[in-house]
């Protein structure tokens, strides 16, 4: 099973830039595709960015693309996920899932089988 933990989330001022990673201490963690996940208060949790084992393949959501890169250390066990210029919409609690050994990568959050606990952006104008 994978477990995983988010880390590198803060207060920000706008078009600041933040470093999240999501490392997992459950093993096999070179064999799961990776996704990461937005919730802001009252709203759904949004995907932001997918990436497939071996980080070749990659997909993003429409607000992310182009500011937002996501990437992985399989040697550390480690996701992580590069935001940069910040805005204020861009708030919310940032969630790292993964999904079972082999499957591809997806931005429905419903097909991911592990989830860490969040790690909180804030963002002030």
């Known amino acids: 099973q994978a477990h995983l933990e988010e880390s590198g989330g803060g207060l920000v001022q706008a078009g600041e830039s933040l470093r999240l990673s999501c490392a997992d201490s459950?093993?096999?963690?070179?064999?799961?595709?990776v996704g990461w996940f937005r919730q802001a208060p009252g709203k759904e949790r949004d995907f932001v960015a997918a990436?497939?084992?071996?980080?070749?393949?990659?997909r993003y959501g429409d607000f992310a693309q182009g500011r937002f890169t996501i990437s992985r250390d399989n040697a550390k066990n480690t996701a992580y996920l590069q935001l940069n210029s910040l805005k204020p919409d861009d708030m919310g609690v940032y969630y790292c899932?993964?999904?079972?050994?082999?499957?591809?990568?997806?931005?429905?959050?419903?097909?991911?089988?592990?989830w860490g606990q969040g790690t909180q952006v804030t963002v002030s104008s």
């Open positions: 990436i497939n084992w071996s980080g070749n393949i990659t």
């Open positions: 459950g093993g096999s963690f070179s064999d799961r595709p």
């Open positions: 899932a993964a999904r079972t050994l082999g499957a591809g990568i997806t931005s429905r959050r419903e097909l991911y089988d592990y």
